[in-house]
């Protein structure tokens, strides 16, 4: 329980960025789901990795801390279309559940997940229907900068999208959720504006 919600807190006003393209288009995509964000303070922005099986919108670290936090915000639109390649029929409110076992796969060779659902005070506090989070042991990789591991958060709100936050640090103690605590209210589906579909 103090994992979810700690782990459900990573979506800090702080200083906002130079509007680098990276961030525009970022931007861009949070408009059409209708998602605020504020840069969180003693972050800065980082290269989001953009591969076939890691596609992330934004990403940013913590100077001198080991931590990086990786974005992935799909519309329903984006979901629909991610759904229909996989030949899976469900609802695109529920490809959240898809999308963060799918990431985890990808980050990890064993399946000994922690995975927990997001309780529904903390659901309400980002504005969010549903949500999960699952932390990983990392696979050894370059694409994840050999970092040991990963916990992943995913939330959704209907008929808008969702929204995927991976934290990566090489320590899974106090530190780690004291990291990810420095950037706990930077984004929040907005309540009641309607979403792109």
């Known amino acids: 329980m103090a994992l979810t919600c700690t782990a459900a807190c990573v979506f800090a006003q702080g200083t906002s960025l130079d509007n680098g393209n990276q961030y525009k288009a970022f931007q861009k995509t949070l408009n059409k789901v209708g998602i605020s964000f504020i840069f969180p303070e003693g972050f800065k922005e980082i290269k989001a ?12 670290e913590l100077p001198g ?3 990086e936090i990786w974005f992935r915000v799909n519309s329903v639109k984006d979901n629909k279309q ?49 949500g999960k989070t699952y932390l990983v042991n990392l696979s050894d990789s370059p694409v994840t900068k050999h970092y040991k591991y990963a916990l992943l958060i995913t939330m959704a709100k209907f008929n808008a999208g969702s929204i995927l936050a991976v934290c990566l640090s090489n320590d899974r103690g106090p530190e780690f959720f004291k990291n990810m605590f420095e950037a706990s209210d930077c984004m929040k589906f907005k309540a009641q504006e309607k979403a792109e579909k």
């Open 65 to 67: 801390k080991d931590f």
């Open 82 to 130: 991610l759904l229909n390649e996989n030949r899976l029929r469900v609802n695109p409110d529920s490809a959240y559940a898809y999308i963060i076992k799918q990431q985890a796969g990808v980050f990890t060779n064993d399946n000994e997940w922690l995975t927990r659902q997001i309780p529904e005070t903390l659901l309400n506090r980002y504005n969010a229907n549903v």
């Open 49 to 60: 990795v953009n591969t076939r099986n890691l596609k992330f919108n934004y990403a940013m």
